[in-house]
């Protein structure tokens, strides 16, 4: 059974940082891209951040410049690092692992960005 559990969704003022993490099962997590997405109540889940199996990464322009994923084969991970956080980034947070024609998503963990 695939397993993504996300960790790390938290209350944090405007300016502050957050480090998000989602550690997977039932795969060979070293093979796949992992993504982090975010998602508004009524508005469609967005990709903040990807991660290739070679490291490769891409990030939303909203972003960039102030987010860092990352990923630890070895213990099956892959990290979201937020610094200056806005209110406009307070959404829940999925991690997503993709292989050809599949897909396996977590069930997401609240940032929410407000003082």
């Known amino acids: 059974q695939v397993r993504l559990v996300e960790s790390g969704g938290d209350l944090v003022q405007p300016g502050g940082s957050l480090r998000l993490s989602c550690t997977v099962s039932g795969i060979t997590f070293s093979i796949y891209t992992m993504g982090w997405y975010r998602q508004i109540p009524g508005k469609e889940r967005e990709l903040v951040a990807s991660i290739s199996s070679g490291g490769r990464t891409t990030y939303a322009d909203s972003v960039k410049g102030r987010v860092t994923i990352s990923r630890e084969n070895v213990k099956n991970t892959v990290y979201l690092q937020m610094s200056r956080l806005k209110p406009e980034d307070t959404a829940v947070y999925f991690c997503?692992?993709?292989?050809?024609?599949?897909?396996?998503w977590g069930q997401g963990t609240q940032v929410t960005v407000s003082s």
């Open positions: 997503k692992a993709s292989g050809t024609g599949i897909n396996w």
